[in-house]
């Protein structure tokens, strides 16, 4: 996508920071925008690879969030017994994305991300990080939308002892430690702002702290890992109008995702993937659990086939302009959910759980229910007029829709939206419940066109000398919407091109 005339102002560059406000120069070999987990992964291996690395970093810190690292394969996986095959994951991605995902981009990703994870995994298991390495079995087993096993969580580190989810914060601290021994330098509270541009090669990105503007000039190249546009209500309107429209988001640190990387390529002579962005979307906007039973909007009528992942789930929320829905269950909660797990299941419908463990158990379903209740996104009731009463749907109309809902279930026949009968399960069990669950933006998952390298590409689909793009600030990986073949791949495709940058770099593994 080229630049659009109609896009906001956020699309003009600045005019270039006077020579005269520079305050310090910094040589190095790579510079990097960004020390999420793209840019610190990146500056690790190029480290370890022997180049001088400095990474440009907005906050205060590194950061990480979330807790499932989604690769391929892994030498962790093929102990457990479980291999994937990269052909299938691969029809599949491209299937779901109809075929707007790069397929060179994508292949990089899943003929090396077994190379990251296992580089990752024999530092994070190390004794000074102590990660014991789990696989995620919380999968979508429904046969349209497969999730495949491959996404990684990490227990019992330093982050997670301190309460972070076991996952990415573990992953990035110790890259990030690790990164200092071989000398890669943190700015921190230094956002990158510009790029300079010599003979047609990028050869410096300009940052700014509290003293000025410090250049910092990289002989092999710059890479933009500043993470996505999700904060930047501007670029949202315009590059992923989903995603402005949403009124919630779960991003944090706040305020730092702004899209400044995919500004500074535009401005630089980049182009973006074709638009709308593709956004990660969950729902856990209000309860963080939601099933598969009956789903009703804000008028009370069913509006989807509720047997679908969450990807799914939010963005038919979202594309009926509403904040959130309730998922209905009765008093037989605690047969049902289980009975629906072998069907379907994943992440907001199962519980987290490793291999040969179950994605349910009463306790831990109460526990969701409790949270729900003291944020107000639970209602529980004897009859389904009173439970309606206290969702805010109108009485009559919920109470036929219920009725006629049973009565398919019944049938075994869903006739409006073609639910598995399986999954066909009447609600007639006083208490009934009411579950309040809407989409929340995680992260907006499009960015900068670049070729299997990483290179950056102008408008006629040449590279741009020494300027690379990482994680959330690449195009290529989805194109229409987030595939989930396996949970968690915004982190392991942002960990696998981090990796393999700091391979490029250093002269390795060039397509
Ligand atoms: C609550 C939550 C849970 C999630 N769980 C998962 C999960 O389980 N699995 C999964 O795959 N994904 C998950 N995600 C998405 C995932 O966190 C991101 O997609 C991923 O971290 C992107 O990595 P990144 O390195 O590209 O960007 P980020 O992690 O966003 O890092 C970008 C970094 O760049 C910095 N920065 C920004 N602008 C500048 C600038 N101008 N100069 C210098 N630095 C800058 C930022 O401060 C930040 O440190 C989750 C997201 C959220 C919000």
Redesign the pocket.
Same mark, same amino acid.
């Given at each position: 996508m080229n630049m659009d005339p109609r896009w906001g102002d956020w699309k003009d560059a600045p005019p270039p920071v006077n020579e005269t406000e520079i305050v310090e120069t910094i040589d190095c070999d790579i510079a990097v925008? $960004? !020390?999420?987990?793209?840019?610190v992964t990146c500056a690790c291996r190029a480290a370890q690879n022997g180049l001088k690395a400095v990474v440009?970093?907005?906050?205060g810190k590194?950061?990480?969030?979330?807790?499932?690292?989604?690769v391929a394969n892994s030498a962790f996986m093929r102990s457990m017994g479980y291999e994937n095959d990269l052909e299938e994951l691969a029809r599949e991605w491209i299937k779901r994305c109809c075929s707007r995902c790069d397929e060179t981009v994508l292949w990089r990703y899943l003929l090396n991300s077994e190379h990251a994870m296992n580089w990752l995994l024999d530092i994070v298991t190390r004794p000074e990080y102590g990660v014991r390495p789990e696989l995620q079995a919380c999968l979508y087993r429904g046969d349209t939308y497969f999730e495949h096993m491959g996404s990684h969580r990490f227990f019992d580190g330093p982050m997670a002892k301190k309460g972070a989810r076991p $996952? !990415?914060s573990d992953a990035v601290y110790a890259m990030y430690t690790e990164s200092l021994k071989y000398n890669a330098r943190y700015l921190m509270n230094t956002?990158?702002?510009q790029l300079e541009k010599t003979d047609g090669r990028i050869t410096a990105v300009i940052?700014k702290n509290d003293k000025g503007y410090v250049r910092v000039r990289a002989a092999k190249g710059v890479v933009l890992?500043?993470?996505?546009i999700g904060g930047n209500e501007e670029m949202c309107a315009d590059l992923a109008p989903m995603a402005a429209a949403c009124k919630s988001s779960?991003?944090?640190?706040r305020g730092?995702?702004?899209g400044?990387?995919h500004r500074m390529g535009l401005w630089a002579g980049g182009t973006f993937e074709d638009g709308p962005f593709p956004i990660?979307f969950h729902p856990q906007a209000f309860s963080f659990a939601n099933y598969c039973f009956m789903f009703v909007n804000r008028s009370g009528k069913r509006f989807m086939n509720e047997d679908n992942n969450i990807q799914a789930k939010s963005v038919t929320l979202r594309r009926i302009g509403q904040d959130y829905a309730w998922s209905i269950l009765d008093g037989s909660w605690a047969e049902m959910i289980p009975a629906s797990l072998e069907y379907g299941g994943g992440i907001f419908w199962g519980l987290d759980h490793a291999p040969g463990e179950s994605g349910f158990t009463v306790e831990g379903t109460k526990r969701i229910f409790d949270m729900a209740r003291r944020s107000g996104s639970y209602v529980e009731a004897e009859t389904p007029q009173s439970l309606a009463e206290q969702m805010g749907v109108p009485p009559e109309v919920f109470v036929s829709t219920l009725r006629e809902y049973n009565e398919m279930c019944r049938n075994q026949k869903d006739v409006l939206f073609g639910k598995r009968k399986e999954l066909l399960m009447p609600l007639e069990t006083p208490p009934y419940i009411g579950l309040k669950f809407g989409p929340s933006v995680?992260?907006v998952?499009g960015g900068l066109r670049v070729d299997g390298n990483c290179a950056v590409l102008d408008a006629q689909g040449n590279v741009i000398p020494g300027l690379y793009a990482?994680?959330?600030?690449m195009g290529g990986r989805y194109g229409v919407d987030y595939a989930m073949v396996i949970?968690?791949?915004?982190?392991?495709t942002?960990l696998t091109f981090g990796w393999l940058l700091g391979e490029i770099l250093a002269g390795r593994n060039i397509l």
């Open positions: 925008a $960004g !020390a999420g987990i793209a840019g440009l970093e907005k906050s590194w950061n990480a969030r979330g807790g499932n690292i989604g $996952g !990415a956002p990158a702002v940052g890992a500043t993470g996505d779960t991003y944090s640190p730092v995702n702004t400044d990387g990660i995680l992260a998952v990482a994680g959330n600030t949970p968690g791949t915004s982190h392991g942002a």
